[in-house]
């Protein structure tokens, strides 16, 4: 594959903490983790791929919702221990919530309260096949 990808410092799992910014608004809309498997997936074929701590599996973003994250740009950070994706998010949502990102819970820090900043632009009952 790439030689680059040999200079990575993974955690004692064998992760990588990966960052997610949409290429339009330069927002940060999720974070996840890969392993190399995934890493080398996603550079394959130029779609963010993760593996899943909880599941124990590798996960194509938007497998199941069809809200993809198109590769657009990779950047390692300067200690070769965390991943900046630079996406085209399809469907605008990246968030399992319906949201357009991971991150919609401000906290005021006058009243150290949250404030929801991001309404819900697809209900996820209508993303995720409910498995019972």
Request: aromatic residues 10%.
């Amino acid at each position: 594959m790439s030689e680059w990808i040999d200079s990575i410092v993974w955690n004692e799992d064998g992760l990588l903490p990966v960052v997610v910014q949409e290429s339009k608004s330069k927002r940060v809309v999720m974070f996840a983790w890969m392993n190399r498997e995934s890493l080398e997936s996603s550079l394959e074929h130029k779609r963010a791929i993760y593996w899943s701590r909880s599941r124990k599996k590798l996960w194509m973003k938007g497998e199941e919702s069809q809200n993809y994250q198109l590769i657009e740009e990779i950047y390692l950070d300067c200690d070769n221990d965390v991943l900046l994706l630079i996406i085209k998010q399809e469907g605008g949502i990246s968030c399992h919530t319906g949201r357009v990102s991971c991150f919609f819970k401000r906290i005021n820090i006058l009243n150290n309260e949250i404030e929801i900043k991001d309404k819900v632009i697809k209900d996820p009952n209508d993303m995720y096949e409910k498995k019972t």
